[in-house]
């Protein structure tokens, strides 16, 4: 017969593992929110403006020196970012219709910098939470990536999940992740179709990468040259207020 002892870290392990859960079902939910939102959005969201002068944002202790022509807007609680791709430009006289466009073909990448603590290891969360909730066979995927369907009830409703598997070589220990709205195969895409890529930028800032399905082949290119943009714009300042 079980201790009490061993009955209390019994209940405590259990505990864990059941907020765990209602955490990640927590931010799949705010991320299926924001997919579905994201093309009824796209209309109102301001344009950036023609001058490619760097402007200083804040968010949170962290300061930001960003070009004007791809800041849409900073609150203090997020920073929205659009840009062409390729080439990561920002808004022109002469690419502005781009910056206007809601053809699912349009090049554009929209980005959004916020204030998220990683509450679980990424590669954890994949282990335990997203891959038990995977049906069905693997779909079609470019350029080395493995798509999944989810399972009904499980919390991450008809959304695609796009992953590379794990570089141990390297020594990465974060995979690549995407979720899409729809199969990468399924064209043309409707106005709502499009994938969020959400990657820990530092210990509390998260950043986000949102495109069309097209542009799923070119993932590596996307992924490597955002992250390093990004990066070149943290101005290395830390706000004292």
């Known amino acids: 017969?079980?201790?009490?002892?061993?009955?209390?870290?019994?209940?405590?392990?259990?505990?864990?593992?059941l907020v765990t859960a209602l955490v990640t079902v927590g931010i799949v939910f705010l991320t299926r929110f924001s997919l579905a939102l994201w093309s009824n959005?796209?209309?109102?969201?301001?344009?950036?403006?023609?001058?490619?002068?760097?402007?200083?944002?804040?968010?949170?202790?962290q300061q930001f020196a960003i070009p004007g022509n791809i800041l849409i807007n900073a609150t203090g609680d997020a920073i929205e970012l659009a840009m062409i791709w390729p080439?990561?430009?920002?808004?022109?006289?002469?690419?502005?219709e781009n910056f206007?466009?809601?053809?699912?073909?349009?090049p554009l990448l929209r980005l959004r910098l916020d204030r998220n603590q990683e509450t679980i290891n990424s590669e954890e969360r994949f282990e335990r939470?997203?891959?038990?909730a995977f049906s069905g066979e693997p779909l079609p995927a470019p350029d080395g990536l493995i798509a999944r369907h989810f399972r009904p009830g499980t919390g991450f409703g008809p959304d695609v999940l796009y992953y590379a598997p794990l570089d141990t070589q390297s020594g990465d220990t974060t995979r690549y992740l995407t979720f899409c709205a729809e199969p990468f195969d399924q064209m043309p895409q409707s106005d709502t179709s499009f994938c969020q890529r959400v990657i820990q930028l530092t210990t509390d800032?998260?950043?986000?990468?949102?495109?069309?399905?097209?542009?799923?082949?070119?993932?590596?290119?996307?992924?490597?040259?955002?992250?390093?943009?990004?990066?070149?714009?943290?101005?290395?300042?830390?706000?004292?207020?």
């Open 1 to 17: 017969m079980p201790s009490s002892r061993d009955s209390f870290w019994s209940f405590r392990i259990a505990l864990t593992v």
């Open 41 to 61: 959005t796209l209309a109102k969201t301001p344009l950036p403006v023609v001058s490619d002068d760097p402007e200083i944002v804040s968010l949170g202790q």
């Open 129 to 132: 939470i997203i891959m038990p």
């Open 205 to 241: 800032i998260r950043l986000e990468i949102r495109f069309y399905p097209n542009l799923l082949n070119e993932w590596k290119q996307i992924d490597t040259e955002v992250i390093d943009l990004v990066r070149t714009y943290l101005s290395g300042t830390q706000n004292t207020d």
């Open 100 to 106: 206007r466009n809601q053809d699912p073909a349009a």
């Open 87 to 96: 080439g990561l430009g920002g808004r022109t006289d002469q690419n502005t």
